[in-house]
């Protein structure tokens, strides 16, 4: 099964994928957001990286390019390891149920999410030259930030999936031909 074939199942769950990088990245909906909810700073506050990885067109400020090719490196990191269980999904399941539209979309989003901010925290710490217990906890804080954060981000685009699943047949047969 080709990559866009995939994309083309799972459109709902890319499509809102995109959507929330997008909007992470907006700096004016992250800071009133943050205002709204003091609890979204917690990750700025105690050194980790942020929620989700944030896609942004251009650089914010002088001397930060390093961090937006982190941010953007997280941001692949994530949709290429959601690909995966997705592609899996869609060459075993070609007409998957809602619920199992629900599982997958979940996993892939919780483990997506997770990967691409401990990828981010890794590459944070080589460009600090962060000493070995600061990376221990960079890494722990990120990994404990990156569940919480997957398990919401894993519910939206779950719901997405299920909700936007639709049987293929006559209109897209090469789907249902696999």
Not at 75 to 87: D, G, K, Q
């Amino acid at each position: 099964m080709t990559i866009m074939r995939v994309i083309k199942q799972h459109l709902g769950v890319f499509c809102t994928l995109l959507a929330i990088v997008t909007i992470s990245g907006l700096g004016a909906v992250v800071v009133g957001a943050r205002t709204a909810v003091p609890y979204l700073v917690l990750p700025s506050a105690v050194g980790t990286t942020s929620f989700i990885p944030p896609l942004r067109l251009i650089p914010l400020g002088r001397g930060a390019l390093d961090y937006w090719l982190i941010d953007v490196i997280g941001v692949a990191v994530l949709f290429v390891v959601a690909l995966l269980p997705l592609s899996h999904s869609a060459r075993k399941y070609p007409h998957p149920t809602r619920a199992r539209s629900f599982r997958v979309a979940f996993t892939a989003t919780f483990f997506a999410l997770i990967a691409a901010n401990v990828s981010r925290a890794l590459l944070m710490s080589v460009l600090t030259d962060s000493s070995l217990g600061a990376y221990a906890g960079f890494m722990v804080g990120t990994i404990v930030i990156s569940i919480v954060a997957g398990f919401g981000l894993g519910f939206i685009t779950g719901t997405v999936a299920a909700i936007s699943r639709h049987k293929r047949s006559e209109t897209e047969p090469e789907l249902a031909e696999v």
